[in-house]
T-cell receptor, first 113, second 109 residues
Framework: EAAVTQSPRNKVAVTGGKVTLSCNQT?????MYWYRQDTGHGLRLIHY???????EKGDIPDGYKASRPSQENFSLILELATPSQTSVYFC????????????FGSGTRLLVI | GEKVEQHESTLSVREGDSAVINCTYT??????FPWYKQEAGKSLHFVID?????DRKQSQRLTVLLDKKAKRFSLHITATQPEDSAIYFC????????FGGGTRLTVRP
């Protein structure tokens, strides 16, 4: 079954440390997305990608980098984690046609202390 | 960029009644209008969508209405059941979706 898998499910990081969140999809979708979800803000787009080698800034990219080394994998990188980046992060994939739904991963709960 | 609002952050209905969740958007270029559901502690999954070339779509107990002139679309759930309790997000756009803040629907027994 096609799916989006995120790892880790939970992560505790120290302020100033580097954090990498990983996402793998078996949908063969061109597009992949990273969102964060905070109470009162819904989901906000951090970075997205149209295919291997491409990354684009979303609405709140500051403090985050992204990497898309292959069709299947899309990573979100926090080079210097801060407590304000404590959140739940969701990865999603989409076929990029502009009229079909996304498939979401199960989410990564990140706590920065 | 696109600004998406769900003005009702919470909605409570009695089991068996209907529920209506509204969404407004600003980008007239939006061509795709999906709704997502998030149950407590879980991820989001797709519920129903509508494209810009129609103004109504029904799937079992769910109906989506689109008013492009008013830049508004709504999710109607009839004969609500306890399992309908969740947060519902609208996400208009195209290849890139912008999510509203969510409406928490509670279905009371």
């Amino acid at each position: 079954e096609a799916a989006v898998t995120q790892s880790p499910r939970n992560k505790v990081a120290v302020t100033g440390g580097k954090v990498t969140l990983s996402c793998n999809q078996t949908n063969n979708h061109n597009n992949m997305y990273w969102y964060r979800q905070d109470t009162g803000h819904g989901l906000r787009l951090i970075h997205y990608s149209y295919g291997a080698g491409s990354t684009e800034k979303g609405d709140i990219p500051d403090g985050y980098k992204a990497s898309r080394p292959s069709q299947e994998n899309f990573s979100l990188i926090l080079e210097l984690a801060t407590p304000s980046q404590t959140s739940v992060y969701f990865c999603a994939s989409g076929d990029g046609t502009g009229h079909s739904d996304y498939t979401f991963g199960s989410g990564t709960r990140l706590l920065v202390i | 960029g696109e600004k998406v609002e769900q003005h009702e952050s919470t909605l409570s209905v009695r089991e068996g009644d209907s529920a209506v969740i509204n969404c407004t958007y600003t980008d007239t270029a939006s061509s795709y209008f999906p709704w997502y559901k998030q149950e407590a502690g879980k991820s989001l999954h797709f519920v129903i969508d509508i494209r810009s070339n129609v103004d109504r779509k029904q799937s079992q107990r769910l109906t989506v209405l689109l008013d492009k002139k008013a830049k508004r679309f709504s999710l109607h759930i009839t004969a609500t059941q306890p399992e309908d309790s969740a947060i519902y997000f609208c996400a208009p756009g195209g290849a890139k979706l912008t999510f509203g803040g969510g409406t928490r629907l509670t279905v009371r027994p």
